[in-house]
């Protein structure tokens, strides 16, 4: 039997993360201050800061500021929306199976009905 314990693993990972979130519920920030989220506006801002620094007509720094403002707001609505869907979607979610794997993982057991 395969051993899925990778710490890329996204089934051990969004466990603990769903395990997290049962005992309290997720917040804006928390969802926004995770990967992939945080990175657009970091690498965006460092781009406009690097065409202004070349000299390029504004139009370029705008645009770039454009698109990262634009993602942010994307992503504000996917954190927004999750939070308001939590409720239904915690009800949904099978938690003997989720604790299960959450401790199989902590005690490096492999996990139940996990694809070989």
């Given amino acids: 039997m395969a051993v ?3 710490r890329g693993n996204p089934l051990i990972r969004n466990a603990r993360t769903y395990s997290q979130w049962r005992r309290r519920p997720p917040t804006v920030a928390q969802l926004l201050l995770k990967p992939p ?4 506006p970091l690498v965006g801002g460092v781009g ?3 065409l202004v620094a070349l000299g390029l ?3 370029w720094p705008m645009f770039l500021l454009g698109i990262v403002v634009g993602a942010v707001c994307r992503d504000l609505g996917y954190a ?3 939070i308001r ?3 239904a979607t915690s009800q949904l979610l099978d938690w003997k199976k989720i604790e299960e794997i959450v401790v199989a993982e902590a005690s ?3 996990i139940p ?3 070989k």
């Fill in 4 to 6: 899925a314990f990778a």
């Fill in 37 to 40: 989220f945080f990175r657009m």
């Fill in 80 to 82: 927004i929306r999750a």
């Fill in 85 to 87: 869907y939590w409720p």
């Fill in 113 to 115: 009905d996990q694809p």
């Fill in 48 to 50: 406009v800061a690097l």
């Fill in 57 to 59: 007509p504004i139009a």
């Fill in 108 to 110: 490096a057991e492999p």
